[in-house]
């Protein structure tokens, strides 16, 4: 099913209506980037993990830890554009909590 004014498809909807600033930003911000952005994160640490116990080569091992990378760009990048709507104090927040999420997903 496609939504006749963007021509976009629906599965790419969820990437469309957050770049568009169309999704509040709390639920973007504790939904779609702590909780699940953060779930896709501990489960791909968890299979390159797995990777290594199974002897794949490291090269292999990091691709998968960090194949979750553009995605969390792209979490970061949609809460620092749609904070732009929120309050000064809340969007400060919001844009400090996402750099902080984005280095903690990354490193850890």
Do not use: H
Not at 14 to 40: K, N, T, Y
């Amino acid at each position: 099913m496609q939504r006749a004014e963007s021509g976009v498809g629906w599965p790419f909807q969820f990437f469309v209506r957050r770049w568009r600033r169309e999704v509040p930003l709390g639920l973007l911000f504790w939904r779609d980037m702590v909780v699940v952005g953060s779930a896709v994160n501990l489960a791909m640490a968890f299979i390159s993990l797995m990777a290594l116990g199974f002897k794949a080569d490291l090269g292999v091992a990091m691709l998968i830890y960090f194949a979750p990378l553009p995605y969390n760009l792209f979490l970061a990048g949609a809460v620092w554009r749609t904070a732009d709507l929120a309050a000064a104090a809340r969007a400060s927040t919001a844009r400090i909590g996402a750099a902080g999420w984005l280095v903690a997903a990354t490193v850890l």
